[in-house]
């Protein structure tokens, strides 16, 4: 599905958005206070699950970087409990403005998201929420029918519940290195009987819909589809990866990728509503070189950088939600804002991000989403900082650049080292990665991590030795 056939999805609410965007151009022909006109100044945006008439707020809670009481998350302080006073208020203020899509996993937060998420929740009216959570049975250990049942009975324990709103396979179409696509699908869902449970307890009430959430191999998400065509298996839902740099280019990103357009159209065609993870790529998207920064700002001055790829991955045709892994207070005020209600990506806006995204590709970052399903490397590296502080450096056009003798360059070059070493602690660093390839398995986005610190290790080095 190319791009002219994306727009014809936006359907008629972007045209009647294009009507008013021109009716609030001044007399220099810029969009004036758009921000203050639409965005956050009505009721928050819903879309309605065919499946079950749910009425469900465009923007979800993604439970997977809740704060803890050092401050931060779990990243920034592993051994930290969770910060339940400040998850209740964020919670609270979510509802209080109109989200209800509360989305976490047995997995986040290192087990405690869902708990957490459940105590919150509880202090609420069961019927003002969607509770969406997953089978995360990724370990071996889990595999067997008894684990993967008491998983998720555990979760119902910890979401204080006694149904699930939206339940989902979580992240299918990885591998291991003993299993390919396929036979880890079967054996995390079919050897074992699960995948017929849960759909048994779906008609017994307590899943109300059943999905799954995709990361890898597309020969894994065709063949569901095909079950659901089929009969054999009907998919409520499907969670996908999608913002404006993942349309085209995801396979660009990283060869094993699947683009969102392929992914979107599919379901789209098929009537399955989606829900969208990743809208920023990971916190890459809210930031964005200056200079692209700068071309989004000469269009609308006030507007957040992250606002255009929330828009973006809220405005097409059946997407049900879109999931924001929100920690900080302000994140969660600014999100609910870019919804309330959401101002849909117009075709010449569209035109821009497509532009904006090629720019994107052509950095030479790692595309790392600050996952740490790759965590704790069992040889002491902090993989996801050792990424976000290089890619942060490139997007921030703070690499050295140009002739290595000029005055700049070694500004920059000292700099980009001293930052590296604060940032990273020596011990933690890319030069101790023997290459074990423990860690590549565990990755969504599919990254050959060793490869990529070993490549960012020479460049420290090569920058060391000048």
């Not at 008013?20 to 639409?38: R, T």
């Not at 290192?110 to 998420?117: D, L, N, Q």
């Not at 995948?195 to 109300?208: C, H, M, N, S, T």
């Not at 200079?291 to 045709?317: D, H, L, N, S």
Request: with cysteine.
């Amino acid at each position: 599905m190319d791009r002219r056939d994306f727009i014809k999805h936006i359907g008629g609410a972007a045209v009647a958005t294009s009507v008013v965007l021109s009716a609030c151009k001044s007399s220099n022909d810029k969009p004036k206070a758009l921000e203050g006109i639409l965005d956050g100044q009505g009721e928050m945006t819903y879309r309605t699950n065919p499946n079950t008439g749910d009425k469900v707020s465009i923007l979800g809670y993604g439970m997977m970087r809740l704060p803890v009481e050092e401050g931060g998350t779990l990243r920034d302080h592993p051994n930290s409990p969770i910060d339940q006073e400040l998850v209740n208020q964020e919670i609270d203020y979510a509802l209080e403005h109109g989200m209800n899509y509360f989305d976490t996993s047995p997995v986040y937060c290192k087990g405690m998201s869902e708990r957490a998420t459940g105590i919150a929740l509880a202090r609420h009216p069961r019927n003002s929420y969607y509770i969406a959570t997953k089978l995360s049975n990724f370990s071996p250990s889990t595999w067997s029918t008894e684990a993967s049942k008491a998983m998720f009975e555990n979760s119902l324990k910890e979401l204080q519940t006694d149904y699930i709103d939206y339940l989902l396979l979580h992240s299918v179409g990885g591998e291991s290195k003993e299993l390919n696509s396929t036979e880890m699908f079967n054996a995390r869902y079919m050897d074992n009987g699960i995948l017929d449970w849960l759909v048994e307890q779906k008609a017994a009430g307590r899943i109300r819909n059943l999905g799954f959430s995709f990361h890898g191999d597309p020969k894994i998400f065709d063949m569901l589809l095909q079950w659901h065509d089929e009969g054999r298996y009907h998919w409520d839902f499907v969670q996908i990866q999608m913002n404006y740099v993942d349309w085209n280019y995801a396979h660009v990103i990283e060869p094993e990728n699947v683009n969102a357009s392929y992914l979107y159209e599919e379901l789209h065609r098929r009537g399955i509503p989606g829900v969208i993870m990743e809208p920023l790529l990971g916190g890459r998207l809210a930031s964005l070189p200056d200079y692209i920064v700068k071309q989004m700002q000469e269009r609308e001055p006030e507007t957040p950088v992250a606002r255009w790829a929330f828009r973006y991955a809220g405005t097409p045709e059946g997407i049900l939600t879109v999931l924001s892994g929100m920690t900080y207070m302000e994140h969660l005020v600014q999100n609910v804002a870019t919804y309330s209600p959401l101002r849909p990506i117009t075709p010449e806006e569209d035109e821009f991000l497509m532009k904006v995204a090629e720019e994107f590709v052509e950095l030479k970052t790692v595309p790392c989403t600050s996952c740490n399903y790759c965590m704790p490397c069992h040889y002491g590296l902090n993989i996801p900082v050792i990424f976000s502080y290089y890619n942060a450096c490139i997007t921030e056009g703070k690499m050295p650049a140009g002739n290595t003798e000029a005055r700049e360059y070694q500004e920059a070059r000292k700099r980009f080292l001293i930052g590296y070493d604060r940032n990273v602690p020596s011990l933690r660093q890319a030069s101790h990665c023997i290459g074990c390839n423990q860690c590549v398995e565990h990755c969504p986005q599919k990254i050959n991590i060793p490869e990529e610190l070993h490549r960012i290790d020479d460049y420290v080095e090569q920058l060391k030795r000048q």
